[in-house]
């Protein structure tokens, strides 16, 4: 039983392949230049996370003031700002802005964390590279197995 | 319990003893092999040297110690709107006057000139065009290139004499054919039918300029054109440059080892080097992650290719071949709001020229001797010059003019390399690293640890027996490096 648990879970991860998930980053100081941006792996889906002005706005997980202390560190503060533009969700606003808009945003559905958000995206998410509602179903689903399997040996 | 002051003794008394170490394993060690080989530098900067202010930019490059820039030649603006009658005549409508201005000034400041070719004139494209496509790039004529190509060569093959102008006009020995022509932005379709189909369309392109290149003076040298270094997943706009450079060169990767293979391939690309453009989203060790993309320290994935394409008869003429960078850049804030420090700008151009040498690089061009100015935005223009745009220096205008790197091969050894701006003896200078020193101490900590002799323009190297952090510099007739700290 264990092992079909485990060979469900393994399928089912195998059926969602990751190769559509990649995020575009850009040289620094070059956001809005197309042509040497690297595609590179993400979970933030294959949406580029740089293409505003100045590369922070709608993209950009960072405040300007952290991606300004963290360049100050050097070619080790460059990497992990880069590294922070290239995982976020696809469309994270910087910090500093989450922090002005208070509570009007909890609810919208450019983010946030509010009840009907935190259902979205415990459903997929909201980028092509979710699972949809596939993923609460395996869940449960593996729940209730490993549930009806522990019951099924204290009884025998 | 200990004195706070014998505490600092004990500690300074520690790094005078690392840096007597690291001077007296110095001096044990033989002397630095003399493997003095050519490394130019460069500069390629459309906006300097094709504007009228290019005297004054050239003048800053000259004193820079940059040996070659790099020159566009847009085809389409230089050509005359309907298509000439003899398009290999240099006299025939085509208005030279900019490209003119730049190849006489640097030559009359003795810095070598690289022509590139690029976006052919409405009646040199090739049929079918694709409406989207932009201007210049669709499927241009390798015959009509090649016919521009002898014109070109012409003009600078060191004997023409324009009467208009009433000289002689220099001569030009580097020619490149086309830019970046993985990129949609320089060469439509990089796809046909679910296929690659740029590398083809560039072959015959390439060939046909090589041949009239050559034709005029056998030691002219041709380069393909410098690949941008990342491409889209799937048959997007950008193809991946390894990708291109193996299909250009009759090769296919075969199995999860990628074993390189050769295809049939009734006319091998000629070529005499090629070229790359690795730009990095980061610092120069960073490595591309796709296996068919290209950074800083994945130049080996284009030089293995062109290395399997000659061992098989896939790139002509047979012998060695070059390897130039003829773009790469980093971009500096100030002035740029989202450009790295000045001080990371210039550690990271002297860096990656080391990185280029240490993969077989022998020519490296930076993009832009200045500033352009932010048009539209500062993101979607380059500040990576090593001036300021009003012309003052920033800390990479020294690491260009006199690049020292070192790099720790073990625990207990440094690689020490540079590039000598001029002929002279080198002191190889070192003050040991970390806190614990003042500032008037740091000062006049600086030790020679090693002395050699710089020939201008050449790379010299030397190996220094050092554990721990330290701080060097390189030291000629013309000055002092930029201070590299060592970890």
Not at chain 2, 409 to 414: F, G, M, T
Request: proline share 9%.
């Amino acid at each position: 039983m264990q092992r079909i648990c485990l060979m469900t879970v393994c399928l089912a991860a195998l059926a969602f392949p990751a190769s559509s998930m990649a995020a575009q980053v850009a040289p620094p100081g070059n956001s809005g230049v197309s042509e040497y941006r690297e595609s590179i792996p993400s979970a933030g889906g294959n949406t580029p996370t740089s293409g505003g002005k100045h590369g922070n706005h709608g993209g950009a997980p960072l405040s300007r003031h952290a991606q300004r202390a963290l360049r100050a560190q050097g070619p080790s503060g460059l990497a992990a700002a880069r590294l922070a533009a290239a995982t976020a969700p696809a469309g994270s606003p910087p910090a500093d802005a989450k922090a002005s808009q208070g509570h009007s945003t909890a609810g919208s559905s450019s983010g946030g964390s509010g009840p009907i958000n935190v259902l979205k995206h415990a459903a997929g998410g909201s980028d092509d590279g979710g699972m949809g509602p596939a993923l609460p179903l395996l869940l449960g689903g593996s729940a209730a197995g490993a549930l009806l399997f522990t019951l099924r040996r204290r009884l025998s | 319990v200990t004195h706070p002051a014998s505490r600092a003794g004990v500690f300074n008394a520690r790094r005078t003893l690392a840096l007597a170490l690291l001077i007296a394993g110095s001096l044990l060690l033989p002397a630095p092999a003399a493997k003095a080989s050519p490394f130019t530098t460069g500069f390629f900067d459309d906006g300097a040297y094709l504007s009228n202010d290019s005297g004054s930019w050239l003048d800053r490059t000259a004193a820079a110690g940059a040996g070659i820039v790099r020159i566009g030649v847009n085809w389409a603006d230089v050509a005359p709107s309907t298509q000439p009658a003899d398009p290999s005549n240099p006299a025939a409508g085509y208005d030279w006057t900019a490209i003119d201005r730049a190849v006489r000034g640097a030559s009359a400041r003795g810095i070598d000139v690289l022509l590139t070719v690029c976006f052919a004139p409405a009646w040199a494209e090739g049929p079918n065009r694709d409406p989207n496509a932009p201007a210049g790039t669709w499927r241009p004529d390798p015959n009509q290139l090649g016919l521009f190509a002898q014109a070109l060569a012409t003009r600078y093959s060191g004997s023409y004499f324009d009467p208009g102008l009433g000289v002689t006009l220099p001569r030009v020995r580097y020619y490149q054919a086309w830019n970046e022509p993985n990129l949609s932005t320089y060469l439509t379709p990089q796809w046909s039918s679910g296929a690659a189909a740029s590398p083809f369309q560039y072959r015959s392109m390439l060939n046909a300029f090589y041949a009239v290149v050559k034709g005029i003076h056998a030691d002219n040298l041709v380069l393909s054109a410098g690949t941008a270094p990342y491409g889209d997943p799937g048959m997007g706009r950008r193809m991946r440059p390894v990708l291109f450079m193996r299909t250009l060169l009759c090769l296919t990767v075969t199995g999860k080892k990628r074993t390189l293979q050769t295809t049939s391939c009734p006319n091998p690309a000629h070529l005499d080097a090629i070229a790359h453009h690795p730009y990095a989203i980061a610092d120069p060790r960073h490595q591309a992650y796709d296996p068919d993309d290209a950074a800083v320290p994945d130049l080996w994935k284009l030089r293995q290719v062109l290395q399997v394409a000659q061992n098989n008869g896939r790139v002509l003429p047979a012998g060695p071949k070059r390897f130039w960078v003829t773009e790469f850049s980093w971009d500096s804030g100030p002035p740029d709001p989202s450009g790295v420090p000045v001080a990371t700008q210039a550690r990271w151009l002297e860096e990656a020229m080391y990185m280029f040498w240490n993969q077989g690089v022998d020519t490296a061009i930076w993009y832009l001797v200045k500033d352009a100015p932010p048009v539209p935005s500062y993101d979607a223009s380059y500040q990576s010059g090593v001036f300021y745009s009003g012309g003052a220096t920033k800390p990479a205008y020294t690491s260009f003019h006199f690049p020292f790197v070192a790099d720790r091969l073990s625990k207990k050894r440094l690689r020490i390399w540079g590039r000598a701006p001029i002929t002279g003896p080198i002191s190889i200078q070192a003050i040991a690293g970390g806190k614990g020193h003042s500032k008037r101490r740091k000062r006049h900590a600086w030790q020679t640890v090693m002395r050699l002799q710089g020939q201008a323009g050449n790379v010299f190297l030397g190996t220094l027996r050092s554990k721990g952090a330290v701080k060097l510099r390189a030291v000629g007739p013309s000055g002092p490096s930029l201070v590299w700290s060592q970890r």
